[in-house]
């Protein structure tokens, strides 16, 4: 089966810098996915990671670490517009599902 | 790229009613899509994996003779909830697997979403 974990909640200030957590155990890991969700709205797609490293863009960055079974995701230069849910989704080989964590609530504060 | 819409945006219904939901992919075609629900607060919960052409895939624990759902199109999905109760009010969002050249991976595009209200 597969296994995510990130934390429920945190809080940033604006204009500082936000890390969030997620690790995970899967079998035949296929790829790591964050998505960005507002409260009463849907998910939307942020990144994209398959191998180790980091992706940028822009102010939102992701690491992957496959061998410790482990991501961030990186925002910089915090806004209030970036209070949100975070979502971290796993997706293995053979299997069209993802698999999601149950999201990080990230407030920021003035 | 990658337009995901659903249709409607809201519904209030009676019990025993039943409710169909659209999910459309507007600008590319997708043999995959997906439908979930979220309770508030709480996480994306997968109900079923739509195929076009073949019968959906639940997941553990969904009943496929009250969630219905059809993929008759390559860009069109449906879920009814039939003999809708209280206890199915949610929020119902779909998804549709993306172009594979927009990100290189198997991307999943989302719906804005259906709140159902069954009273």
């Known amino acids: 089966g597969q296994n995510i974990d990130q934390p429920t909640e945190m809080t940033a200030t604006e204009g500082a810098i936000v890390q969030i957590n997620c690790t995970y155990q899967t079998s035949g890991f296929n790829g790591l996915f964050w998505y960005q969700q507002h409260a009463g709205e849907a998910p939307t797609f942020l990144s994209y990671?398959?191998?180790?490293g980091l992706e940028e863009k822009g102010r939102f960055s992701s690491f992957l670490s496959r061998s410790k079974g482990y991501s961030y995701l990186l925002l910089k230069e915090l806004q209030m517009k970036d209070s949100a849910s975070y979502l971290c989704?796993?997706?293995?080989?053979?299997?069209?599902?993802?698999?999601f964590g149950t999201g990080t609530r990230l407030t920021i504060i003035p | 790229g990658a337009v995901v819409s659903q249709h409607p945006s809201w519904v209030i219904c009676k019990s025993g009613t039943s409710v169909k939901i659209e999910c459309r992919s507007l600008d590319f075609q997708a043999t995959t899509m997906f439908w979930y629900r979220q309770f508030p607060k709480q996480s994306l919960m997968l109900m079923a994996t739509s195929n076009e052409g073949s019968k959906a895939t639940y997941e553990q624990g969904v009943e496929k003779d009250k969630f219905l759902i059809n993929h008759a199109s390559l860009t069109l999905s449906t879920l009814t909830v039939t003999s809708a109760h209280p206890e199915d009010s949610s929020f119902y969002i779909c998804s549709a697997r993306g172009p594979w050249d927009l990100t290189g991976a198997d991307t999943q595009y989302f719906g804005p979403g259906t709140r159902l209200t069954v009273l």
């Open positions: 990671n398959v191998l180790d």
């Open positions: 989704a796993v997706g293995s080989i053979g299997n069209e599902k993802l698999t």
